[in-house]
């Protein structure tokens, strides 16, 4: 049996649709995920909701309030890092305010969705982030297992 922590990550979009607010971690070279390309968001904490808790994140990470959230669906990793999460993945599609450049984690970028993949990020990304901005309106849920860093399969439904 696993226990996994919950997580929440946010793809917030231009409001021409046409580009992706990133974080590029890049203020400490010990982080895991330094260098790569990431959403906004993070663990839930005790006595939140996923939703509160992105909303949170966002306004903790970029400056902006979200408006308008679609629930995209879910990634369950198992052993990264030793360690399980069960992420539950938004796109914000309205939002308010300017965000503030970044934080202690990154620097904050518009990305041109075009030009998504062509940026540093975690290999499996590139598995269900298509589906975080395709039009089909199904939930994705998928099962992620790694070994320490590397992934070793994913599979997922849409519902």
């Known amino acids: 049996m696993i226990s996994p922590r919950l997580q929440t990550t946010a793809y917030i979009l231009s409001p021409d649709r046409r580009s992706v607010l990133l974080m590029r971690r890049d ?23 996923p939703v509160t808790c992105i909303r949170r994140e966002i306004a903790e990470e970029s400056g902006l309030t979200a408006g308008d959230l679609t629930l995209r669906g879910t990634v369950m990793w198992t052993n990264f890092a030793n360690t399980d999460a069960l992420c539950f993945m938004f796109r914000v599609d309205t939002f308010t305010g ?33 589906m975080i901005f395709d039009d089909d309106q199904r939930q994705f849920h998928g099962v992620m297992p790694y070994d320490g860093y590397d992934m070793l399969s994913w599979s997922y439904q849409r519902i």
């Open 98 to 130: 300017t965000h503030h450049g970044g934080n202690e984690e990154g620097t904050l970028e518009w990305v041109p969705l075009a030009e998504v993949r062509d940026k540093p990020m975690w290999d499996s990304d590139h598995e269900w982030l298509p």
């Open 27 to 49: 203020k400490y070279p010990q982080d895991i995920h330094f260098g790569k390309y990431m959403g906004l968001g993070g663990h839930v904490e005790a006595g939140e909701d």
